[in-house]
Nanobody, 116 residues
Framework: QVQLVESGGGLVQPGGSLTLSCAAS????????MGWYRQAPGKDRELVAR???????NYADSVKGRFTISRDNAKKTAYLQMNSLKPEDTAVYYC??????????WGQGTQVTVSS
């Protein structure tokens, strides 16, 4: 069993920055792909960024050049560095762990609000 705990959300002004963290329990973190998703009110959950167990990354077009996903296997933690935040980035952000598509876990979510 894997538990994911997100932290780092909050209120930030447009143009500001936040870093989200996702701390994982269990023994499969190093072998799992990690992702950050978000869900805004009235919208579907969408992929923001993903980093594979081999450290390959991909991003949604809407965040390319502004967000950076990373991972620290020694700390079993994934990060999402968010810069140049926009009001449309406001959403609940969820951490996701995926091991061979058979073991998929979600965190509880953390609210990010971008507003002046």
């Amino acid at each position: 069993q894997v538990q994911l705990v997100e932290s780092g959300g909050g209120l930030v002004q447009p143009g500001g920055s936040l870093t989200l963290s996702c701390a994982a329990s269990g023994s499969i973190f190093n072998f799992s792909d990690m992702g950050w998703y978000r869900q805004a009110p009235g919208k579907d959950r969408e992929l923001v960024a993903r980093i594979t167990s081999g450290f390959s990354t991909n991003y949604a077009d809407s965040v390319k050049g502004r967000f950076t996903i990373s991972r620290d296997n020694a700390k079993k933690t994934a990060y999402l560095q968010m810069n140049s935040l926009k009001p449309e980035d406001t959403a609940v952000y969820y951490c996701n762990s995926n091991y061979r598509s058979a073991h998929v876990y979600w965190g509880q979510g953390t609210q990010v609000t971008v507003s002046s």
